[in-house]
T-cell receptor, first 116, second 114 residues
Framework: KAGVTQTPRYLIKTRGQQVTLSCSPI?????VSWYQQTPGQGLQFLFE???????NKGNFPGRFSGRQFSNSRSEMNVSTLELGDSALYLC???????????????FGNGTRLTVT | EDQVTQSPEALRLQEGESSSLNCSYT??????LFWYRQDPGKGPEFLFT???AGEEKEKERLKATLTKKESFLHITAPKPEDSATYLC???????????????FGKGTHLIIQP
């Protein structure tokens, strides 16, 4: 079974620009989450989507947004980029079942975003 | 505020030298504690889920345990390929019934020297 796929792997953008990152979850997984990883803050939750609806959102400004399509693929958008947005952005999928909140996340290898 | 703290931040061991990594948490409404392994340039790889105090899970040289306030990841006779950053995370059940995203610790960077 193919894992979580994220594209692109690396991205360099300039302050003020916007960026869109893409994620394809594991086949059959309907929930997709996004996390930001930086050396100082570690992994921080951005948001989670299930069946095209945002279920939960972390403590990030409105410049960070996402969406999920009917095939469960997801995109994350960051507008008006700031230097501090430089990070590894990780997408994860899971298959909510009976114990939906206990199902583990399976991560992709991330998109490394550098803002100059 | 809900918190997850991992210790030590870094650990260097000789091959075969067993040790334990700690993950302490101050949360209410715990809905699962998760252990992940992360290699450089890759996303975290799922290892274990623990749900209740007293629970234990094992996989090869790794064994995870859970109490009401902390979890341990025991590494027995480690090999160089066990070198990685080990992350723990908790999922919390909020009063409204929804569970928020995982809250991660900063991780323990483990190096196993041959």
């Amino acid at each position: 079974k193919a894992g979580v796929t994220q594209t692109p792997r690396y991205l360099i953008k300039t302050r003020g620009q916007q960026v869109t990152l893409s994620c394809s979850p594991i086949s059959g997984h309907r929930s997709v989450s996004w996390y930001q990883q930086t050396p100082g803050q570690g992994l921080q939750f951005l948001f989670e989507y299930f069946s095209e609806t945002q279920r939960n959102k972390g403590n990030f400004p409105g410049r960070f947004s996402g969406r999920q399509f009917s095939n469960s693929r997801s995109e994350m958008n960051v507008s008006t980029l700031e230097l501090g947005d430089s990070a590894l952005y990780l997408c994860a999928s899971r298959n909510p079942g009976h114990s939906s909140y206990n199902s583990p996340l399976h991560f992709g290898n991330g998109t490394r975003l550098t803002v100059t | 505020e809900d918190q997850v703290t991992q210790s030590p931040e870094a650990l260097r061991l000789q091959e075969g030298e067993s040790s334990s990594l700690n993950c302490s948490y101050t949360v209410s409404g715990l809905r699962g504690l998760f252990w992940y392994r992360q290699d450089p340039g890759k996303g975290p790889e799922f290892l274990f889920t623990l749900y209740s105090a007293g629970e234990e899970k094992e996989k090869e040289r790794l064994k995870a345990t859970l109490t009401k306030k902390e979890s341990f990841l025991h590494i027995t006779a480690p090999k160089p390929e066990d070198s990685a950053t080990y992350l723990c995370a908790v999922r919390i059940l909020y009063s409204g019934g929804g569970a928020d995203g995982l809250t991660f610790g900063k991780g323990t960077h483990l190096i196993i020297q041959p």
